[in-house]
């Protein structure tokens, strides 16, 4: 079925260190993978996407690599400040449909 | 531009009522997609519309139901609330073919 799977569910990093959180997919068909960051009480927002003709993406600190073959996919935050402390979701699209499925999310801590 | 909107912000109902969540989408966006967030849990897939059709459904019982209107707005409906229905309803909007949805803030129901 459609599953997005998402590590890891916690992640705390100094100040200035760098974060990776990794997904895996499971439609071989998906072809666009957005990544949404979740602040305490707040809405969901796009930070990044990516789609299957590409291979990586990136936007200052933020990067985001695909690996089609393998069905997965990162999102890597260099220079980590404590204002990047949130929660990260990843999602995938399912074929032929703009439906995403989510992730189960990743907190992030940057510690100062 | 104004966002996607949602109404109301909090919702508090008792085992057994109904509960109307409302969405407005960003003008010029189609499909509109619901999702529950149970608390600290992820984004589960509710409900999709696109030019006032129901396109896709959840893992969700037929107590949860809504429509689309023609201007493009949208209705989650939950009825026979039961306490686990407790969650964030986030709304979100896209403009077709897909470049990632814009969400609103939600409505939180309490049951």
């Known amino acids: 079925g459609e599953n997005v799977e998402q590590h890891p569910s916690t992640l705390s990093v100094q100040e200035g260190d760098s974060a990776v959180i990794k997904c895996t997919y499971s439609?071989?068909?998906?072809?666009?993978f957005p990544w949404y960051k979740q602040e305490l009480g707040k809405r969901p927002q796009l930070i990044i996407d990516i789609r299957s003709n590409v291979g990586e993406k990136k936007d200052q600190r933020i990067a985001v690599t695909l690996n089609k073959t393998a069905k997965h996919f990162s999102l890597h935050i260099t220079e980590t400040q404590p204002e990047d402390s949130a929660v990260y979701f990843c999602?995938?699209?399912?074929?032929?449909?703009?439906?995403?499925?989510f992730g189960t999310g990743t907190r992030l801590q940057v510690f100062p | 531009e104004a966002g996607v909107t949602q109404s109301p912000t909090h919702l508090i109902k008792t085992r057994g009522q109904q509960a109307t969540l409302r969405c407005s989408p960003i003008s010029g966006h189609t499909s509109v997609y619901w999702y529950q967030q149970a608390l600290g849990l992820g984004l589960q897939f509710l409900l999709w519309?696109?030019?006032?059709?129901?396109?896709n459904r959840g893992n969700f019982p037929p107590r949860f139901s809504g429509r689309q209107f023609p201007n493009y707005s949208s209705e989650l409906n939950v009825n026979a609330l039961e306490l686990e229905d407790s969650a964030l309803y986030l709304c979100?909007?896209?403009?077709?073919?897909?470049?990632?949805?814009?969400f609103g803030s939600g409505t939180r129901l309490t049951v």
């Open positions: 439609d071989s068909a998906s072809n666009y």
């Open positions: 519309y696109d030019e006032g059709e129901e396109r």
């Open positions: 979100a909007s896209s403009y077709r073919p897909g470049r990632g949805y814009t």
């Open positions: 999602a995938a699209s399912i074929k032929n449909t703009d439906k995403l499925i």
